[in-house]
Structures are given as structure tokens and as C-alpha cells.
């Protein structure tokens, strides 16, 4: 299976990922971290409400790549995958840019195009709401409350309207929220560890 977090920034995606590899290291899970700041630290690209044509481009490619790198070893060593980001990511950041000004219409188009292609092969995408997590400045994210704030609500907007797939909104403490992820796969015949 393919699962993913999606939300906001400072919403809780990279410490439920960390967590849940820390745990479940000798598990037949491959986690993978968020692409944004790979784009940032790689290719020295501007992110958040600095983001660009190029900026968006390679954080599309880059959900391209999650999906079929190595696919074929992944279903013959039985591998879930757990991503930090995915393409709702990009598409709802991807629309406030275009909203903004920041990026261009040919390549909102492209973003959206990626979207459609990969939106179906996630198989479950949690939500980290903002509700219960601060804003906190880790050196890389955006701090801007405005930015923040319009992203939530795009977020909100994208997953009310537009994405059909299942969706689990994680609520609360960190502790919740991984049992409410552990539930969810339980369900899914998928064990692991929290």
C-alpha cells in the first residue's frame, strides 16, 4: 500500500513520520521524507510562498519519482510505503502560488495534470489538522501566520470539493494521532508498530 501524510506546514507530518520509522524500523515499511526540503537543500530553490515555476516543477517530479521509483522491488519485498508529502501537497500549494501570481498558468497546468495522473495511486492520505499544533519556526518552514492560514484553508477547500480518495484527519496529541493511524491500517490488514 502507498499511504501519505498531507497538511499544512507546522501541522505534525515529519514527527509522525520520524516516529513511526524509529519504531518500525525492522518492518516492511520504507518511509519517505518530504520532498520540499529536498528541493530547497538539492537544488537550492526558494519554497512556501517563495516558490517558483522551477520550485513547483521539481516538487511535482519529485511525487512522480516517489511513486515508481523502484516499484516492481517494492511489491516483490512486500513494501508499504509511508510518504511525509504528497501530491495534494503540491497541487494545493501549488494553487495558492498560482492565486499569488507566483507561478505561471502553463505551469499550474502541468502541476495539475501530475495530480490527476498520481492522485489515485495513494491508497490512504492522513490529514494533520492545525488545530492542535503550533506554528513553530524550524529554520526551513515558513512562519508567515497570512501563508499559513491560507494554506489551511485551501487545504480545507481542496479536500471538501475536489479529492475522492480516503482521507483520516489526525486530531490531537502526537499519541492520538499515531493510534488513529494505527487503527486506520489495522483495518487495512497493515501492522504496525506505535
Known sequence: MIVSFTGAQSTG?????KDLREKNANNPFEFVPEVT???????????????????????MSEHVRN???NKAD?????????????VVDGIVYSRW???ESKISKCCYDACALIYKE????????????????????????????????????TFNIFLE??????????????????KTIKSTLDKHNIDIKI
Open 67 to 69: 511513486i515508481y521509483k
Open 118 to 153: 498520481l492522485k489515485d495511486k495513494y491508497d490512504i492520505i492522513f490529514y494533520t489538522s492545525p488545530d492542535d499544533v503550533k506554528l513553530v519556526d524550524d529554520g526551513e518552514r515558513s512562519i508567515d501566520v497570512k501563508f499559513r492560514n491560507d494554506i489551511i484553508n
Open 161 to 178: 470539493r475536489e479529492y475522492d480518495g480516503e482521507v483520516v484527519v489526525l486530531k490531537g496529541s502526537v499519541e492520538e494521532r499515531l
Open 97 to 99: 502560488l498560482f492565486n
Open 13 to 17: 507530518k515529519t514527527t509522525l513520520l
Open 37 to 59: 526540503r529536498l528541493i530547497m537543500r538539492d537544488y537550492e530553490m526558494p519554497i512556501n510562498e517563495e516558490g517558483n515555476d522551477l520550485t513547483q516543477l521539481l516538487i
Open 74 to 86: 517494492r511489491l516483490v519485498r512486500g513494501m508499504h510505503m509511508i510518504f511525509d508529502r504528497c
